[in-house]
């Protein structure tokens, strides 16, 4: 009977002694306001239940600094934690787990929201309150640790970006990855405290912020992220991989004190969240398969309208290729107009734009024609062409390529060049497009359409046209007078035909060579090449013009402009003829032909051809009357120019003899000024001639060497006839002739007198008799 009470009474005092939570904040007044907000959250009965654990009790200064008046049922259950701990269990960056339980935040199992210890010396610090008073107990299994502040449980991990990295929290928020991470799933985050631009150019920087760039900006944010919770703690020397949202493995590794990412340092750790944690690394990290082609660079210089037509005409595969080279010419959208580019031209347009091989700077040299991916059928399937300027300026390099300048340094990505250009770049225009705007081609391209060779040009594939200049066909003269008279419509075709050779020349593949080219006529061109760029063209290697103006790209080929109209020789033979044709000298023609002496003009004959207008000032019925004095006429302009020698700079002229006699001569003179004029020597009041018009016929040599000039054997125009002297005595004119005869009759009747005087003097004498005249010496002196 006394057992009994005995048992009840040490029952009775140990209940007594048995205390909670609530039983000891309830005797101490510092945690009144606490224990309200226990009692208004109803979780007294929950508290005293606990059989063990810890609370981090906010004394009534922590409620009153803090800012949130809402103290809610889940703020107070994170500061509670399942197990019992004393202060000197607590270490640095040690992880607790609370009793605040959000299923799914954190992963399977459920744990509780945690709270980080940190450790300053003697100071023990939970999240961002202070221990201030530690150690009150409970009872055996529960202690109180008094905090200086209301802990609040850690918000999303994308809030917290929000509030500590606006830089990253933007573009995730860009590609709606900000909301993913609001969801109740784990994750860590291991994002730089350097913008993660820093680890991109600002080309890349502009493609991955482009619309353009969101997949490949996902794939970079997300590299950043674990489906899973990884506190600094957890982490083991052993490099363990971890699998990404992006897919991708991380890998991480403790050395000593240091953490690495993929070998990036960690800077900080363990930013706790109620869906996962965060770190704090020094460097971005990039996957390795983030990539970049042009089509990505491209969108990154906004060239967006290029890379859409790339894709609308099926060469999308020239932006993502890597296993060749490119070069790449891109305009701005603003200068690009799709419809000022022909619908089916669009193709060849955007591989105009595109050069094979990488043509950077060091490589690319002023006048070079660069091959375009621009195959066109008109030229045989051959590349067209680009032509190269460069020009070294004190401020830098000066580059274009056609007529478009470029605007910034080339960038290089990978095997491949991009260059940024101003405005589109203009395809060559067909081949009469391309010249008749050249005016100094306008005689060229009158040819062309007078002879009808226009067509044919048009439609051939491949062609090299040597363009004469107009200076050129003036050098021909009469000739090509001549080869624009019906009369020379066939030589005019072969000449020009000879222009046109049947393959591409362009200057760089004709430098220092020796070739000969087919061309539309039968005959071939002769084409040297010198080392220093120069290069020469002719019917043979006497008769060369030089290229002074090279590489005029046209839609079927290459023009080059030359200083010299080249003649086929096998096909086109000028005679006298054919110039005076040129000439319009018919009256002439007409003379000869009556005095038979057309067959006497040979190639070192020089005709002097007046001009049908000259003639008019003569009685042609007269002088056709006359067969002497036609001939005569005819003879006094026919000169013949071998082994003579070209003296015309002396004013005073050059002698030649003509035709008609040894001593009927012409004599041309340089009058100044490119004029020359011919006069009748020794007779001074005939009218002087002005040559004016030159031409060469074929036979001669000097006409093999390309000299057209006025003492080559052919025709010179003039404006006069030349009057031949009438001649007396010994060749010389009749007045000379009478002044001589008289001269010498009154030289004979003088001496005809002298002799009679001297015959009759000597007859008296003997008629007389001789009587002997004495001498003085002898005489005797009568006076003695």
Not at 155 to 160: L, N, V
Not at 408 to 437: E, Q, W
Not at 478 to 490: E, F, I, M, Q
Not at 568 to 596: C, D, R
């Amino acid at each position: 009977m006394l057992v009994t009470p005995c048992i009840f009474i040490l029952l009775l005092s140990c209940a007594s002694a048995y205390k909670t939570i609530i039983d000891v904040l309830s005797e101490d007044a510092r945690f009144s306001t606490l224990i309200y907000h226990i009692q208004r959250q109803r979780l007294v009965p929950y508290i005293n239940r606990l059989p063990r654990g810890t609370l981090f009790a906010p004394d009534n200064d922590a409620f009153a600094r803090c800012d949130r008046k809402d103290i809610t049922k889940t703020m107070l259950l994170y500061h509670l934690l399942p197990d019992p701990m004393r202060i000197d269990e607590f270490h640095h960056d040690q992880i607790l787990e609370s009793l605040y339980v959000r299923p799914g935040f954190l992963g399977s199992g459920d744990p509780g929201q945690h709270l980080k210890v940190q450790q300053h010396g003697n100071t023990i610090w939970i999240n961002q309150a202070k221990i201030i008073s530690k150690d009150i107990p409970v009872n055996r299994q529960t202690y109180i640790h008094v905090v200086n502040r209301v802990l609040e449980p850690p918000p999303s991990i994308e809030t917290i970006l929000r509030r500590i990295n606006k830089d990253i929290y933007q573009w995730m928020d860009k590609i709606s990855m900000s909301s993913l991470l609001s969801q109740p799933r784990p994750f860590t985050i291991f994002f730089s405290r350097q913008s993660f631009f820093t680890k991109f150019n600002s080309v890349e920087a502009s493609y991955l912020s482009s619309s353009y760039g969101q997949k490949d900006l996902f794939q970079v944010l997300s590299f950043a992220v674990v489906e899973d919770v990884i506190y600094a703690n957890n982490i083991s020397s052993a490099e363990t991989h971890y699998k990404t949202l992006s897919g991708e493995p991380l890998s991480i590794k403790r050395s000593g004190e240091t953490i690495a990412v993929n070998e990036v340092a960690m800077v900080q750790h363990d930013l706790l969240a109620e869906n996962g944690v965060i770190h704090v690394l020094d460097q971005p990290l990039i996957p390795d398969s983030l990539t970049f082609n042009v089509r990505k660079y491209l969108y990154g210089l906004n060239a967006t309208k290029f890379v859409s037509m790339m894709d609308a005409h099926h060469l999308s595969d020239y932006l993502t290729n890597d296993d060749e080279w490119y070069t790449f010419l891109v305009p701005p959208n603003h200068v690009i107009d799709e419809d000022d580019i022909p619908e089916n031209a669009k193709t060849y347009w955007l591989q105009y734009h595109l050069a094979a091989g990488q043509w950077t700077t060091e490589y690319l040299r002023n006048g070079m024609l660069l091959k375009t991916e621009f195959q066109s059928d008109l030229l045989k399937g051959a590349p067209q062409r680009l032509p190269v300027h460069m020009t070294d300026h004190p401020s830098g390099l000066s580059l274009s390529f056609g007529q478009s300048s470029v605007m910034n340094d080339p960038i290089m990505l990978g095997k491949n060049v991009i260059y940024r250009i101003a405005a589109p770049l203009t395809m060559p225009y067909d081949l009469f497009s391309s010249l008749v705007v050249d005016l100094n081609l306008s005689t060229f391209i009158a040819t062309l359409y007078v002879s009808g060779v226009v067509d044919k040009l048009k439609d051939a594939q491949g062609i090299t046209l040597f363009a004469p200049t107009n200076d050129a066909f003036d050098q021909l003269g009469l000739v090509a007078k001549y080869l624009l008279h019906p009369s020379g419509r066939t030589d005019l075709q072969h000449v020009l035909q000879f222009h046109a050779a049947k393959e591409l020349q362009y200057s760089q593949d004709m430098k220092e060579y020796v070739i000969d080219v087919p061309t539309f006529a039968s005959d071939s061109l002769h084409i040297v090449g010198y080392e220093d760029g120069r290069i020469a063209i002719g019917s043979n290697r006497q008769q060369m013009g030089k290229v002074i103006e090279k590489d005029i790209l046209v839609k079927n080929g290459v023009v080059h402009k030359i200083d010299q109209v080249q003649i086929p020789l096998s096909q086109v033979q000028i005679t006298h003829h054919h110039l005076l044709l040129g000439a319009g000298a018919n009256i002439m023609q007409e003379v000869l032909k009556q005095t038979g002496l057309i067959e006497v003009l040979g190639p070192d004959i020089v005709l002097l051809a007046p001009t049908d207008k000259a003639f008019a000032s003569m009685d042609l019925d007269v002088l056709f009357n006359d067969s002497e004095q036609l001939e005569r006429v005819a003879k006094m302009h026919i000169v013949n120019s071998r082994d003579v020698d070209r003296q015309l700079e002396n004013k005073k002229g050059v002698e030649y003899a003509t035709r008609l006699s040894e001593y009927d001569k012409v004599i041309i003179r340089n009058a100044g000024h490119g004029e020359l004029m011919v006069e009748v020597k020794g007779n001074p009041t005939g009218h002087h001639a002005r040559v004016i018009g030159r031409g060469t016929i074929s036979g001669n040599k000097r006409f093999l060497k390309g000299d057209y000039g006025p003492l080559a054997g052919g025709v010179l125009e003039i404006d006069t006839v030349l009057t031949p002297i009438r001649r007396g005595l010994f060749g010389l004119p009749w007045g000379w002739s009478l002044t001589i005869i008289s001269a010498a009759a009154i030289l004979f009747a003088g001496a005809l007198g002298a002799t009679g005087y001297l015959i009759y003097n000597w007859w008296k004498r003997w008629h007389g008799g001789y009587e002997t005249i004495p001498d003085s010496e002898n005489t005797p002196d009568n006076t003695e």
